[in-house]
């Protein structure tokens, strides 16, 4: 049964903890929000709905894709991954840290424009400064636009990034209070049956 509504977004999201933000593949046991959604257009507005309401976070830290991790978990996720951050941030990711702080808000447009990148073969200084960022969860990707004619994932105004501690003050807050054991624990349980060799492939940016 596919999901249609915000409601069914939340009840899916709440079900499966871990969805790609795209399409799944073989190679990589996690629900996705376009295989439940059925319909790309579908997919992308329920997406974004989910980012609005807080109910999920954005984040490339498991496995390097793209991943809606339900707000249940994102404190763990948290705990683990700010353990093992890396100690200096590249000149590029602390310049458009910087400007999302500012800002309060930047797409990558705006930071390749920052970062005087423009033009420049994809992925572009600004593409690979504002991944890092994610990577280490300093930033995360807020809502946009669907627009109603052509290419759904083409928001006119950009996708906003924005702080991550200042967006997700109480998932922060929370993850404080989590020892690394016990994140561990709800990790392992929210992602299911995944064998050893493939949990840790996927989430080895959170484990020592």
Do not use: W
Not at 64 to 76: E, G, K, M, N
Request: hydrophobic share 45%; net charge positive.
């Amino acid at each position: 049964m596919s999901i249609e509504t915000e409601r069914d977004a939340i009840e899916f999201m709440k079900r499966v903890k871990f969805a790609l933000r795209y399409n799944a593949t073989p190679s990589l046991p996690l629900a996705s929000i376009y295989a439940a959604a059925r319909d790309k257009r579908r997919a992308i507005e329920l997406t974004n709905a989910l980012l609005a309401c807080k109910e999920v976070v954005e984040t490339n830290v498991i496995a390097d894709r793209l991943v809606l991790v339900h707000r249940d978990v994102v404190p763990a996720l948290y705990a683990l991954r700010t353990k093992l951050r890396a100690a200096k941030l590249s000149d590029d990711a602390a310049r458009a840290l910087k400007l999302i702080k500012d800002e309060g808000t930047a797409s990558v447009g705006e930071v390749r424009r920052f970062l005087g990148a423009e033009g420049m073969t994809r992925p572009d200084p600004a593409d690979l400064a504002v991944a890092e960022l994610q990577r280490e969860m300093l930033v995360d990707r807020g809502p946009s636009t669907v627009p109603k004619n052509g290419i759904p994932y083409l928001s006119k105004e950009g996708f906003p990034y924005r702080i991550f501690e200042e967006a997700h003050a109480d998932l922060v807050k929370a993850a404080k209070k989590i020892n690394a054991h016990d994140a561990l624990e709800i990790i392992r349980d929210a992602a299911g049956p995944i064998p050893p060799k493939k949990f840790t492939s996927m989430f080895k940016l959170c484990l020592p």
